[in-house]
């Protein structure tokens, strides 16, 4: 039997894999678009002067770290949360079954149950 401090909260688990390994692999896209850009702005941009660096420097340099931005993940140190206690439900007296139907709040639908009886089968 679970207990209270087994109980782990959705809300509190890390990303699944399947969605950290789809967003790294989008900032690895745009980070390469912009490089693309980059070597593209340096051979077409003229006259040539210190931008035309700034671009090859983003041309060279932004595959490195393209690659080290898509294989850190997100905070791998994230863990669950206990879940909070919740409020116990109320428990209703032994004489509801024979409470008439106008002590039950509007909208509320009232179930009872009979046991079976061996010879009804």
Known sequence: MKTHAESLSSTSLPRAPRDEAAAR???YMWTMVIRITCFVL??????????TWVFAAGAIFLPYVAVIVAN???DSSARAEPVQRMLPAPVAPASSAAAPRSA????????????RSEDTR
């Open 104 to 115: 039950t709040p509007p909208g509320v639908i009232l179930l009872t149950e009979t046991p």
């Open 25 to 27: 692999m989008r900032r």
């Open 72 to 74: 850190v993940g997100y």
């Open 42 to 51: 340096m051979a077409v941009v003229t006259p040539y002067g210190w931008y």
